[in-house]
């Protein structure tokens, strides 16, 4: 009898082919960037296109929300969007902070909603 699919084996088999299928891009990415300043050029416009793609998918799950998400009202992701946006700012610039404080809003809100 096969053990792989079964408990902890599944979890073990996920991460380990997780891994093996980025840690190398990982380390090629290190060895090839060693080279490379941080202000080049073609850096600068990779974080750009990073930046825009990542306001882009916010931009979407706010206003076009699949899932349990599309359950929530708008005002309520507006509202949980700008909480986060201002938790950010007033948090020192940190990540974590602005997520936490949007997540937390979308909660209590649905809570309060009886949701």
């Known amino acids: 009898m096969s053990e792989i ?8 088999f996920l991460f380990t082919a997780g891994f093996v299928a980025t840690q190398p891009w990982r380390y090629l990415g290190v060895i090839l960037s060693r080279n490379v300043q941080e202000d080049a050029e073609i850096l600068v416009w990779v974080r750009a296109v990073s930046t825009s ?13 699949a899932g ?14 700008a909480l986060g946006v201002a938790a950010y700012y007033g948090g020192g610039q940190r990540l974590i ?6 997540a ?10 009886g949701g």
Do not use: D
Request: net charge positive; proline share 4%; charged share 5%.
């Open 5 to 12: 699919g079964h408990g902890v084996w599944s979890y073990v």
């Open 53 to 65: 793609l990542v306001a882009g998918l916010v931009a979407r799950m706010v206003l076009l929300p």
């Open 68 to 81: 349990a998400l599309a359950a929530v009202p708008l005002e309520i992701r507006l509202g949980a969007f």
């Open 97 to 102: 902070i602005g997520v936490g404080a949007a």
């Open 104 to 113: 937390a809003a979308l909660i209590a809100a649905q809570y309060g909603l």
